[in-house]
């Protein structure tokens, strides 16, 4: 099957959620014996403006196409032509800085039982280790998945974490960040869902 990608950026010179997420999804189509082409604008005052400039990476093309003027400008104009409007809602303070802190300090306050550390560390290694993962949580996205279920702990008056905590926030933290391998038809969601079904809450 041949396909192909457009995305508004691509490494390396952007690598961020989206960027990073279309390369894994990329090298995991070839891997699974497509041909793959990936089209993404790049600014290069040398070339001239759409000029077309194709590299090969990872088994896969990429066609850069040059885009040296603002693309964003027709956007900007509407967020400025919105926010100028007096018919936009009006957004009220609900709390003050000084509660936001009690409110952080709080969740730090948190605590997390070795058992409760012993399963997150678990689905992090899920991630990391089964076949239908190409991209698995991080370290820093296991610490998100914990801040998480230390704020859904303290949301329901709670000072320990529970792992209904985790696997509650666990689509909103860990949803986005997994990419599924080539040989798996599920998304992100589906990931998630095998995580809460394949993990035990208890080791063994």
Not at 109 to 137: I, W
Request: glycine share 6%; hydrophobic share 45%.
């Amino acid at each position: 099957m041949r396909i192909c990608l457009v995305t508004h950026a691509f490494p390396p010179y952007e690598r961020t959620g989206v960027e990073n997420y279309t390369f894994a999804l990329a090298k995991a189509f070839v891997r699974a014996g497509n041909t793959v082409e990936v089209f993404a604008p790049r600014r290069d005052p040398v070339q001239a403006e759409f000029a077309l400039r194709r590299e090969e990476t990872e088994g896969f093309a990429v066609n850069w196409i040059t885009l040296n003027h603002d693309p964003f400008g027709p956007r900007e104009m509407l967020l400025r032509q919105q926010s100028d409007s007096a018919e936009r809602q009006q957004l009220v303070q609900r709390i003050d800085a000084a509660q936001l802190q009690e409110i952080r300090a709080a969740v730090r306050e948190v605590h997390a039982s070795d058992n409760l550390l012993d399963y997150l560390q678990r689905l992090v290694a899920y991630t990391r280790e089964s076949a239908e993962f190409e991209v698995g949580l991080s370290p820093r996205g296991a610490l998100a998945l914990l801040d998480c279920a230390r704020t859904w702990a303290v949301m329901h008056n709670r000072g320990h974490v529970v792992p209904e905590d985790v696997q509650i926030v666990l689509p909103a933290v860990a949803g986005h960040r997994l990419v599924p391998s080539g040989d798996y038809a599920g998304d992100g969601a589906a990931l998630v869902a095998l995580l809460q079904r394949n993990v035990d809450v208890i080791g063994s």
